[in-house]
């Protein structure tokens, strides 16, 4: 049976206090283990090209560049790694424009250091996570998306299969953990995901797993 991989994950916070509470929190975690860290955001953004670890873990205000604009370029550069930010913001602002970027995790500072945990445990599993404080604010963007002009809900547009593989993505289920439930492959739980992005006009690496955690309520 071979082991379990460790997760490698960067920091990006300009405190160097916060950075270490980071790195014991995470090294406290046999699973997980620090790969590097920066203090501003082009200096992190220079090394995650470099180490391409699994998970950024940055703040969302840092000098030279913000970790939105890191998620931002991680995206456009189609690198290999999950951000997770981290915020003293509860604004919505600030929430929706980290999910337009491309973010699966949002965590909030003062909020109880498992929620890091769990987020990075999360994301590495191809999940999604949110500060329970913030989950309101999921179903906020929902209200905005799930509309077509006629008011009709886009929904309607997925076959009662599809609807189903939504429904699990938006219980935090990976591809694999679909594919054993409804008893089929890999492959068809992929040509269905690929089939709702397309009805949905969904774009980019995340976007069906935002779109599936704020409807979730409606599905």
Do not use: W
């Not at 970790?67 to 550069?77: H, L, P, T, Y």
């Amino acid at each position: 049976m071979s082991e379990k991989k460790t997760t490698r994950v960067f920091i990006a916070d300009d405190h160097a206090i916060m950075r270490k509470g980071l790195r014991d929190l995470i090294a406290a975690e046999k699973e997980f283990e620090v790969c590097g860290e920066a203090g501003n955001g082009l200096d992190a953004l220079q090394k995650i090209e470099e180490l391409r670890p699994d998970v950024v873990l940055t703040d969302i205000d840092m000098p030279q560049m913000s970790g939105i604009e890191i998620a931002k370029v991680i995206r456009s550069k189609k690198l290999n790694c999950k951000v997770i930010i981290l915020s003293m913001h509860s604004d919505e602002s600030f929430f929706s424009a980290a999910m337009d970027a491309g973010v699966v995790g949002y965590v909030l500072k003062d909020g109880a250091v498992s929620d890091i945990v769990n987020a990075i445990i999360a994301v590495t599993e191809g999940k999604y996570y949110i500060s329970p404080a913030l989950s309101t604010f999921t179903i906020d963007r929902a209200h905005n998306i799930t509309s077509t002009n006629d008011g009709t809900s886009v929904l309607s547009l997925l076959t009662q299969t599809e609807r189903k593989v939504l429904q699990l993505v938006s219980q935090n289920k990976s591809t694999k953990e679909i594919a054993e439930e409804l008893f089929v492959s890999h492959r068809t739980i992929d040509s269905h995901r690929s089939n709702i992005s397309s009805k949905l006009n969904l774009q980019g690496q995340n976007a069906l797993l935002r779109f599936a955690l704020e409807n979730k309520h409606k599905l």
